[in-house]
């Protein structure tokens, strides 16, 4: 009997030690799995938020695609356009006498040069100028709507009328011719 007693308690000691050991490891697999199902949720969010940030550049890239598209079929159409429109500044050497062309027959016409600023990567060149024009009011009206087609692009900043003498009318106007 003390042999049974004593093969008991080893195998006591031994079922305590491997219920030990097992609780050790189950132990140890439960911190694990809380350690990498926490690792797992950030792991998770940073995926998402790396998707997400992946489809706005591509939406952005495609939109950008679209835009070159869109200046390779259209805006080079109308790119020959504006450079007929907006002249070199070397082109504007005869501009006063194009707005005597233009003002037609009239009693009285003074031009002079105000200012200029030269053309920047982000905006055109501006001369600025002055006119005096004396003439009757039909053939003011007919000078206006020239400038409207003028050959170039020009900005009309005031205009002023006053009644000289019977149908006579001076209009001084202060405008802004643009080159690039």
Do not use: C, H, W
């Amino acid at each position: 009997m003390l042999k049974y007693i004593v093969k008991m308690e080893s195998f006591k000691k031994q079922i305590f030690t491997q219920l030990a050991i097992g609780l050790i490891v189950l132990a140890a697999l439960i911190a694990g799995l809380v350690f990498f199902g926490s690792n797992i949720k950030d792991y998770s969010e940073r995926i998402s938020e790396g998707r997400q940030e992946l489809f706005e550049r591509s939406r952005a890239l495609s939109s950008l695609a679209s835009i070159r598209n869109q200046y390779e079929t259209k805006a080079k159409t109308y790119l020959g356009l504006l450079y007929n429109i907006i002249p070199q500044r070397d082109q504007l050497i005869n501009f006063s006498r194009d707005l005597r062309t233009a003002a037609g027959e009239v009693e009285s016409f003074g031009f002079s040069f105000v200012s200029e600023s030269s053309p920047t990567v982000d905006s055109l060149g501006v001369i600025s100028f002055n006119v005096t024009i004396q003439t009757t009011i039909s053939r003011l009206t007919e000078f206006i709507k020239n400038l409207e087609k003028f050959k170039f692009l020009v900005m009309i900043d005031s205009l002023s009328i006053e009644r000289q003498r019977g149908d006579v009318f001076q209009a001084p106007f202060r405008g802004r011719v643009f080159f690039r």
